[in-house]
Nanobody, 120 residues
Framework: QVQLVESGGGLVQAGGSLRLSCAASGRTFSINAMGWFRQAPGKEREFVAAISRSLSSTYYADSVKGRFTISRDNAKNTVSLQMNSLKSEDTAVYYC?????????????WGQGTQVTVSS
């Protein structure tokens, strides 16, 4: 099994920045892609960003391209999401996710989520 623990959520004004981090533990050798999903109140969970273990492939939702940057430290088994130019529509619970394939797809593992609230 793999455990994922997020940190870094909080309250920020529109136009501001936040950095989310996620630490993986357990059978981390089984992980390839890591990334982030989010779920706003009353909406379905949606993909945000992902990165492969090789670091050669990154993927972003159109809604965050140019504003969010995903990075990864394989030595520390961590993945981070730098979020800039935040908008009120970015308000959601953000979930770290991981899976055994080079693309995230439907992740095998999920974190517990961290709240991001952007005030306008």
């Amino acid at each position: 099994q793999v455990q994922l623990v997020e940190s870094g959520g909080g309250l920020v004004q529109a136009g501001g920045s936040l950095r989310l981090s996620c630490a993986a533990s357990g059978r981390t050798f089984s992980i390839n892609a890591m990334g982030w999903f989010r779920q706003a109140p009353g909406k379905e969970r949606e993909f945000v960003a992902a990165i492969s273990r090789s670091l050669s492939s990154t993927y972003y939702a159109d809604s965050v391209k140019g504003r969010f940057t995903i990075s990864r430290d394989n030595a520390k088994n961590t993945v981070s999401l730098q979020m800039n130019s935040l908008k009120s529509e970015d308000t959601a619970v953000y979930y770290c996710a991981a899976g055994p394939r080079s693309y995230l797809g439907t992740p095998d593992y999920w974190g517990q989520g961290t709240q991001v609230t952007v005030s306008s």
